[in-house]
């Protein structure tokens, strides 16, 4: 683990000047996330206006749920967004061959060549959410709040990497997961909605089978309702070592079908 870390400021050194020869760009896509999940944030207070009567759901409750759904979102998508790659083409183009080659781990080549700032957008827009509606709650702000709440938003941040390299390391079967990838992450926008809201059958898929909502909207929901999350954040990290796990496992058992591009 030294051995890692003492390495992957070289490779982030590395990725952050291929980016900086193009500023524009990233300068551009960060802007162009803040302006989607934007968007996304009016769409979302247009529908909850619409609706009646959502418990103890607010606007302003809403918008904190989503600014603590966008950060670690955010952080992930900074740091391990090279995982899309591993499902859409580096499989089928045979592109895992040189990191194989290299005395290294292979998701760690994978995980750290890449860095995307576009995710900036994403995690200045979330820390505006916290900061601006988070002091709005009617909630008393203690040690026995806040800590089990960055606790799930660091397990939060595993759990869209674990998730991703679940779907990414079934291209070694498929080819090409990209699509299979893409529909799994989506799920990840319900988490900005009520769950009450949702049939039960999402319900189920959100919290036992893909578990977005139990690890973001819970805590968050258990605070609005009085609630200590402190058992809830030690189910948290459970679950999302398993799927870490689990997916470190397939990426492992995915490189022995690996077949070279043989060229």
């Not at 781990?105 to 995710?119: D, S």
């Not at 999402?202 to 309702?225: D, G, H, Q, R, W």
């Amino acid at each position: 683990m030294l051995k890692y870390l003492k390495i992957y400021p070289k490779y982030l050194a590395m990725a952050i000047k291929s980016k900086l020869a193009y500023r524009m760009d990233a300068i551009i896509g960060s802007f162009g996330f803040i302006a989607s999940n934007t968007a996304a944030f009016f769409t979302l207070y247009l529908t909850i206006t619409a609706i009646p009567a959502l418990g103890v759901w607010t606007i302003e409750k809403m918008v904190f749920l989503y600014g603590f759904c966008l950060v670690p979102k955010a952080i992930d998508h900074i740091l391990s967004d090279n995982l899309w790659s591993l499902g859409n083409w580096m499989v089928t183009k045979g592109d895992l061959d040189p990191i194989l080659t290299r005395p290294l781990n292979p998701l760690f080549q994978i995980v750290a060549r890449e860095f995307q700032y576009e995710g900036f957008g994403e995690l200045i827009l979330g820390i505006i959410f916290l900061a601006i509606y988070g002091p709005k709650q009617n909630i008393v702000w203690t040690f026995n709040n806040v800590m089990p709440l960055v606790l799930c938003g660091f397990f939060a941040i595993f759990l869209f990497f674990g998730i991703k390299l679940i779907t990414a390391s079934l291209a070694f079967w498929m080819k090409r997961s990209i699509s299979l990838m893409s529909g799994i992450y989506e799920l990840s926008n319900f988490t900005k909605y009520p769950l009450e809201i949702f049939h039960d059958i999402v319900k189920v898929i959100l919290v036992a089978i893909i578990p977005f909502s139990l690890v973001m909207y819970y805590p968050v929901s258990y605070l609005y309702e009085g609630k200590s999350i402190w058992v809830l954040t030690g189910i948290i990290g459970l679950v999302v070592s398993f799927l870490v796990g689990l997916g470190y496992l397939l990426f492992k058992l995915g490189l022995k079908r690996y077949e070279s591009a043989g060229s």
